[in-house]
């Protein structure tokens, strides 16, 4: 057992933990904090992604002894978020979602793809969606509405200016299917 000390979703948190636990199993056993999922237990899938010290990381792979004097946020951490605001609204209007199990996880990578690269074309959100894994979307309602979401939090950018195709085109297969 170890001493643990670290924020999570902003609040301080001590405890002592087994040394092999995971942080993905610590924030939902140990905190009750379901919206972090774990699916592969190998950091594949993405379902575990939280964001430490405002990085996504895969909380399966990544044990809490790790996370000494760190800032952990999970997607319940991000409730009040400008950002995760618009994403929501965004993800409801495409129809990016439809079982859930991936919706959290892939809403934090889409508000990092955003933080780094604002409205970013829909060829970068695909190769930043690499390592998140849905089964049941085909993944174009969640480029339509990454892409939307970050024309609408970026009006002046260029890529801004291709959302609205985008948002059209995802409409059309989605309709399509």
Known sequence: MID??????????????????SLADLVREGHGLTGTHVGCEHGACGACTVLVDGEPARSCIVLAAMCEGRAVTTAEGLVDDP?????????HDKHALQCG???????????DIIARHGAAAPATIRKELAGQICRCTGYAPIVAAIAAAGAALNPSSDAAAAAPHVA???AGASDAS
Not at 11 to 19: I, L, T
Not at 83 to 91: C, K, S
Request: one cysteine or more; glycine letters at 2%; proline letters at 5%.
């Open 101 to 111: 199990f991936c919706t959290p996880a892939m809403m934090i990578s889409a508000r």
């Open 4 to 21: 643990l000390s670290f924020t999570l979703n902003g609040a301080p948190v001590s405890q002592r933990v087994e040394d092999r636990t």
């Open 168 to 170: 059209a085109t995802a």
């Open 83 to 91: 950002v995760m605001a618009e994403l929501r609204r965004q993800f």
